[in-house]
Nanobody, 118 residues
Framework: QVQLVESGGGLVQPGGSLRLSCVASGSMFSSDVMGWYRQAPGSQRELVAA???????KYADAVKGRFTISRDNVKNTIYLQMNSLKPEDTAVYYC????????????WGRGTQVTVSS
């Protein structure tokens, strides 16, 4: 099972930027499709972006053009560069393998809080 630690969240003003990091450990990291998820208060958890070990990338419509997901297999780290942040981006952000989420085996840890507010 992959162990994940998210970081990089914080409080920013609308229009600001943050870069989230997810450091992973475990034997599945190199082959799994990794995703960033978020859950806002009172809302369902949603997939924000995903990246494979190759070139395949997926973004939620709400973040297209503003967020960029990247992956460094040497550092076992997934990044989410978030630009032009909006208040509606406020949520706790998590990373997880898509396979684990789909199979119901994902563990949602601490995540990292992103708050966009004036």
């Amino acid at each position: 099972q992959v162990q994940l630690v998210e970081s990089g969240g914080g409080l920013v003003q609308p229009g600001g930027s943050l870069r989230l990091s997810c450091v992973a450990s475990g034997s599945m990291f190199s082959s799994d499709v990794m995703g960033w998820y978020r859950q806002a208060p009172g809302s369902q958890r949603e997939l924000v972006a995903a990246i494979s070990s190759g070139a395949w990338i997926k973004y939620a419509d709400a973040v297209k053009g503003r967020f960029t997901i990247s992956r460094d297999n040497v550092k076992n780290t997934i990044y989410l560069q978030m630009n032009s942040l909006k208040p509606e981006d406020t949520a706790v952000y998590y990373c997880n393998p898509l396979r684990a989420v789909a199979g119901g085996s994902a563990y949602w840890g601490r995540g990292t809080q992103v708050t966009v507010s004036s």
